[in-house]
């Protein structure tokens, strides 16, 4: 837990303004909205104000903002999500009961849908303590077809 306290109490210093932008957009749209990397780099777009650091183009690059959002997941100010096609959404880290939410992640559309269950947090802590693991996250994401998807594909 050391790491943690420490990046905590970086946090003051290392929050740009950009990084605090996109920090603010994920406040904005609300917890349990899953944001990929491009998704905020058009937001951050279309929402064009002056910020520091800006490119020629006027804009902050795609690289820049994914960068941020690692560091921002880094500082458990932003929670990362794998897809299955090895893509990566974000969102807001919510309070410690909402941490430990799961996903059904359509494979084909990327729609995302949260859901709590008990029963796999307790698998995952019984299963690091048996092989003396600190439990740090436990997040189950199932890869499934959603009803329009799945509509789609049958005959
Ligand atoms: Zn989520
Ligand atoms: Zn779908």
Redesign the pocket.
């Known amino acids: 837990m050391k790491g943690l306290r420490s990046s905590l109490h970086e946090r003051g210093q290392r929050l740009t303004p950009q990084r605090e932008r996109v920090l603010a957009l994920f406040e904005e749209i609300g917890a349990g909205r899953h944001l990929s990397a491009e998704d905020v780099h058009q937001r951050l777009r279309s929402t064009q104000t002056a910020v520091g650091s800006t490119s020629p183009s006027g804009g902050v690059s795609l690289a820049t903002v994914y960068r941020t959002l690692r560091l921002l997941s880094s500082l458990e100010l932003l929670q990362e999500l794998e897809l299955p096609d090895g893509g990566r959404r974000f969102e807001l880290a919510g309070d410690a009961q909402h941490r430990h939410h799961h996903h059904l992640v359509?494979v084909?559309?990327g729609?995302t849908e949260e859901f709590e269950d008990g029963a796999v947090l307790s698998a995952g802590a019984n299963a690091a303590e048996a092989h003396g693991f600190q439990l740090l996250e436990c997040v189950l994401n199932v890869r499934s077809?959603?009803p329009?998807?799945a509509a789609a594909t049958s005959p």
């Open positions: 359509c084909r559309c729609r077809l959603c329009s998807c």
